[in-house]
T-cell receptor, first 118, second 114 residues
Framework: AQTVTQSQPEMSVQEAETVTLSCTYDTSESDYYLFWYKQPPSRQMILVIRQEAYKQQNATENRFSVNFQKAAKSFSLKISDSQLGDAAMYFCAYRRYAYTGTASKLTFGTGTRLQVTL | EAQVTQNPRYLITVTGKKLTVTCSQNMNHEYMSWYRQDPGLGLRQIYYSMNVEVTDKGDVPEGYKVSRKEKRNFPLILESPSPNQTSLYFC?????????????FGPGTRLTVL
């Protein structure tokens, strides 16, 4: 079974600084997706960034970028120029490619709470 | 606006009183799913549906039922709720087409069972 591990329960960053959230996963599949979701105090789950395993290039979305290391099964999220609005719980998630049965399931880590200070 | 909606957003009920949480999406997605979120456990899948009339169990299906009679709706039914079903529930939907198959989440339903 696939597992996703976020080893940092809490992180803190100063406004305008850069922070990296870690995620490792375990799978025997070669084709899959990885995601970072943000959950602010409103509890809404918001997609931050997505990476397809067959793509070597790391995904980037404005101030958010990932470092995808397929061989190491590592998928970290870097937030540059941190803003107060970035304060939230961040979840790393895995999904096997192919919409067949349980392959469609998102497997989540336990989350990292990010605090942004002035 | 493309969205997944859930109702109610907050619900307090008592043990054994049947309840339904509705989920609706307007993106014509084939795939829909229910997750529950508990502290320290992340989100876990309860049930999912690949398309109309096609549903199957996720990781934690005990105590829940679902139905998919229409493509846009995927209600979650608790026939006899118990306190251990107190949780935050999310509905999600997604398409099957690669490249557009990201799953989008509803706003969540906070359920308390006394």
């Amino acid at each position: 079974a696939q597992t996703v591990t976020q080893s940092q329960p809490e992180m803190s960053v100063q406004e305008a600084e850069t922070v990296t959230l870690s995620c490792t996963y375990d799978t025997s599949e070669s084709d899959y997706y990885l995601f970072w979701y943000k959950q602010p105090p409103s509890r809404q789950m918001i997609l931050v960034i997505r990476q397809e395993a067959y793509k070597q290039q790391n995904a980037t979305e404005n101030r958010f970028s990932v470092n995808f290391q397929k061989a190491a099964k590592s998928f970290s999220l870097k937030i540059s120029d941190s803003q107060l609005g970035d304060a939230a719980m961040y979840f790393c998630a895995y999904r096997r490619y192919a919409y067949t049965g349980t392959a469609s399931k998102l497997t989540f880590g336990t989350g990292t709470r990010l605090q942004v200070t002035l | 606006e493309a969205q997944v909606t859930q109702n109610p957003r907050y619900l307090i009920t008592v043990t054994g009183k049947k309840l339904t949480v509705t989920c609706s999406q307007n993106m014509n997605h084939e795939y829909m799913s229910w997750y529950r979120q508990d502290p320290g456990l992340g989100l876990r899948q309860i049930y999912y549906s690949m398309n109309v009339e096609v549903t199957d169990k996720g990781d934690v299906p005990e105590g829940y039922k679902v139905s998919r009679k229409e493509k846009r709706n995927f209600p979650l039914i608790l026939e006899s709720p118990s306190p251990n079903q107190t949780s935050l529930y999310f509905c999600a939907s997604g398409s099957h087409a690669r490249g557009t198959d990201t799953q989008y989440f509803g706003p969540g339903t906070r359920l308390t069972v006394l």
